[in-house]
């Protein structure tokens, strides 16, 4: 979270320097003063996107329909005891990054709000920041379906344990990405792995 935070923080300072038109050692200087005090929009800026990383946002309302159900239905509780990191790991990888986002989500509205002929300097850049997200994800879901069926990246595997210790010991490996004859694991790297 404190590296997304900071991460924020820089882009802020640099937009917002190129936004005044300031250029070369100005620049640097807007930059260095942005980061060692960041105005309150910065800082708000910055830890809504360490939220939006680390899975940690608030829900929506579809997402908070969803967890009202499940505090409805006593029993259901125990068979999902955590609702929102789930819920937002699904709306980074499938709302965010795909063009499911123009149906359902804020990627929609985002982006219509930058299209629109007043959009302000900020509404244009979510926009592009949208649109760049749904093409990225799209593309690198393309791309990682190729490598599937391709074997070059392996999920759970075969639901039959037997089946599943077969191909361990031909060398396979669960939740990993083959290169050559070596398989590398990318479990654990969520969000985004998330997207794999």
Not at 91 to 103: I, M, W
Not at 154 to 179: C, E, F, H, M, N
Request: charged share 20%; net charge positive.
């Amino acid at each position: 979270k404190v590296m997304a935070y900071r991460q924020k923080i820089y882009e802020e300072a640099y937009g917002t320097g190129v936004a005044k038109g300031y250029k070369g050692e100005r620049l640097a200087d807007h930059i260095a003063q942005y980061t060692l005090d960041p105005p309150t929009s910065g800082v708000e800026a910055a830890e809504a996107h360490g939220q939006y990383i680390t899975l940690q946002t608030k829900m929506d309302g579809a997402g908070q329909q969803l967890s009202s159900v499940r505090h409805k239905v006593p029993f259901l509780r125990y068979f999902v005891p955590f609702f929102n990191t789930p819920y937002n790991s699904f709306r980074y990888a499938f709302q965010d990054r795909t063009p499911l986002g123009l149906a359902f989500g804020e990627s929609s509205k985002i982006i219509k709000r930058g299209m629109q002929p007043n959009a302000s300097k900020s509404d244009i850049a979510a926009s592009n920041l949208a649109i760049a997200r749904m093409t990225m994800g799209t593309s690198m879901m393309i791309m990682v379906g190729q490598m599937v069926s391709n074997g070059e990246i392996t999920g759970a595997g075969p639901a039959d344990p037997k089946l599943r210790a077969t191909l361990r010991r031909q060398g396979w490996q669960p939740y990993s990405i083959k290169v050559g004859d070596t398989y590398y694991s990318y479990a654990g790297g969520e969000p985004v792995t998330s997207l794999i």
